[in-house]
């Protein structure tokens, strides 16, 4: 049992991020107060919602680089919405979020899928038509505080429970997305085609469209955290989240999701964007540059490759030695 627990990447990671608290705590022991820890976590919460979307893509061997511009977009669209219809309801603005996320994420998997793109030309793509979209439609201006309504800016800093919001919405997602990886048939299917494609098409599962629909939710995802975003810092522009994609796939990757495919968590995805979510918070606190955090992201994503190479290959060194022991 220990053994076990000691082996596996959410222990690992929760027994990480405990450390870190640890070690910034003697030098700044308010770091690890419940209310600053409230306030990371709150911080982390759009990381942690695409890094949930993210993970059922990896699972199906795909990669979504278009996340962040469809975050921005998303965000550009309903910031200048509000600024034209100021009285629109929460709920629809929402409801649109998600909408116009869910489509641009479609666009990626019907790419994927219908014409058999590789994954990441199709995102590498649709990144740059994202962006370009946004300074067409906004001139390349920004939509700034003043002129966002009060209702608009408001609903994600609203106080419930002890929590704004934007907390409570990625618990949701999370919980959500754990149910819905554990009993549904489709998201057993992104395990099934990202471990083995060819053994899940002769068992009548079409890996194209588990793909394509990985991608829609992931797409969804992004443009909810489009609305939270801008709302939540009041601005929206055309470089908006720029690179956050790489803090996305380093969360999944540092919480254990294979770029090969079909093994990961959701657990894993949520822990591996607090790693990082403590770190970003911890660096101003130390008086480390932030900038310096993409290069962090970057190395932790080769370290954790590297482990789950490792951890892959050791694996099948031992199912080996199993076969020969009956000879």
Not at 218 to 240: C, H, P
Request: overall charge positive.
């Amino acid at each position: 049992m220990l053994k076990r627990l000691a082996s596996s990447r959410e222990a690992l990671l929760v027994a990480a991020i405990g450390v870190l608290l640890v070690l910034i705590s003697t030098r700044f022991p308010t770091f690890a107060a419940p209310s600053n820890l409230a306030n990371v976590f709150n911080d982390t919460a759009p990381l942690m919602i695409l890094a949930i979307g993210q993970m059922m893509v990896i699972l199906t061997r795909c990669i979504d680089l278009s996340v962040a511009a469809n975050l921005a977009l998303t965000g550009m669209v309903v910031a200048m919405l509000n600024v034209a219809m100021p009285g629109l309801p929460i709920a629809v603005t929402l409801g649109l979020s998600l909408a116009l996320g869910a489509v641009m994420g479609m666009a990626n998997g019907l790419l994927v899928w219908k014409l058999d793109i590789p994954p990441i030309v199709v995102t590498l793509g649709t990144m740059t038509i994202f962006r370009g979209i946004i300074f067409v439609i906004s001139g390349g201006d920004w939509v700034n505080s003043h002129e966002m309504s009060a209702a608009f800016k408001a609903f994600p800093r609203a106080d419930l429970a002890g929590l704004p919001v934007l907390s409570w919405i990625a618990i949701a997602v999370i919980a959500a997305a754990g149910l819905f990886m554990a009993r549904t048939a489709l998201g057993r299917a992104f395990f099934a085609v990202g471990g083995n494609p060819n053994a899940a098409v002769y068992t009548g599962l079409d890996v194209g469209r588990s793909q394509f629909w990985a991608f829609t939710i992931s797409g969804a995802l992004a443009g909810l955290t489009g609305y939270l975003w801008v709302a939540r810092y009041a601005v929206a522009y055309v470089d908006i989240a720029g690179g956050f994609e790489l803090e996305v796939v380093a969360a999944c990757v540092i919480g254990g999701i294979s770029i090969a495919g079909g093994i990961g968590s959701v657990g894993g995805a949520v822990l591996g964007a607090l790693f990082l979510g403590v770190i970003k918070n911890a660096l101003p606190v130390v008086n480390i540059s932030p900038f310096w955090q993409l290069a962090i992201s970057g190395t932790a994503i080769l370290i954790a490759v590297a482990v789950n190479a490792r951890s892959t290959r050791s694996k099948g060194r031992i199912i080996l030695k199993r076969a020969e022991q009956p000879a």
